[in-house]
C-alpha cells in the first residue's frame, strides 16, 4: 500500500474581500518525491482565488514541504525547517 500524503493550500481572495480561503486533499503516492511533484503541479485555483501558500504532511501531521520554503530559495525536494 502506497503512503498518504495531506495536501493544504492556502489562498487569499483577489476581489479584495479579507479572509483566507483553505483547501485540503490527500495524495497518495509511491514516496514523498512523488507526492512532492503531484503538490506543485497543483496550482490551480478556484476564480477569485489565488495562491499564497501550500504544505505537504505526513500523516502524523509532520509537515515534510513546504512552498513558502521553496519561495526562499530551497529547492524542490527541500525538507521544511523549523
Not at 28 to 54: F, K, M, Q, V, W
Amino acid at each position: 500500500m502506497m503512503p498518504s500524503y495531506h495536501l493544504r493550500r492556502m489562498m487569499r481572495f483577489t476581489c479584495g474581500k479579507d479572509g483566507t480561503a483553505f483547501e485540503r486533499d490527500t495524495i497518495i503516492a509511491p514516496d514523498l518525491a512523488a507526492a512532492i511533484d503531484i503538490a506543485c503541479a497543483r496550482t490551480a485555483t478556484p476564480p477569485g482565488l489565488s495562491l499564497t501558500g501550500s504544505t505537504l504532511s505526513a500523516p502524523s501531521g509532520a509537515v515534510l514541504w513546504s512552498a513558502k520554503a521553496l519561495a526562499l530559495g530551497g529547492t524542490r525536494l527541500s525538507p521544511t525547517h523549523s
